[in-house]
């Protein structure tokens, strides 16, 4: 679904299924936002956005958007997305919005 939704904005999109060897590349290489499930391998969602902006890598202040099929809406400082979207049906359109919000250089 997420490869869809994006496949119609200007972004070269990497995908991986596990969080540590997702921490590897946002620590090594410059990337512009971060759209990550709660539920990873290895390391979730939440520690691999908190590992990143507690890092002093150039992806800091990377902005992230954490996809959940919990209702999850409380997180300790500094391990906050910017966007939380829930995994249900209105997925795609809750999805699009808070990309756009995120980067409105996006907007279609």
């Known amino acids: 679904i997420e490869q869809d939704i994006l496949s119609n904005y200007p972004v070269e999109l990497t995908f991986l299924s596990d969080g540590l ?30 590992a990143v902006r507690a890092s002093d890598s150039t992806n800091k202040n990377i902005k992230a958007i954490l996809l959940t099929s919990k209702e999850q809406r409380i997180f300790q400082r500094g391990c906050e997305p910017d966007a ?25």
């Open 21 to 50: 060897i997702a921490l590897e590349h946002l620590l090594s290489e410059k990337f512009d936002f971060i759209i990550t499930s709660q539920e990873v391998s290895s390391l979730n969602g939440i520690a691999l956005i908190s």
């Open 84 to 108: 939380v979207t829930i995994k249900n049906n209105n997925l795609a359109t809750t999805l699009v919005t808070a990309l756009e919000k995120l980067m409105p250089e996006l907007a279609v």
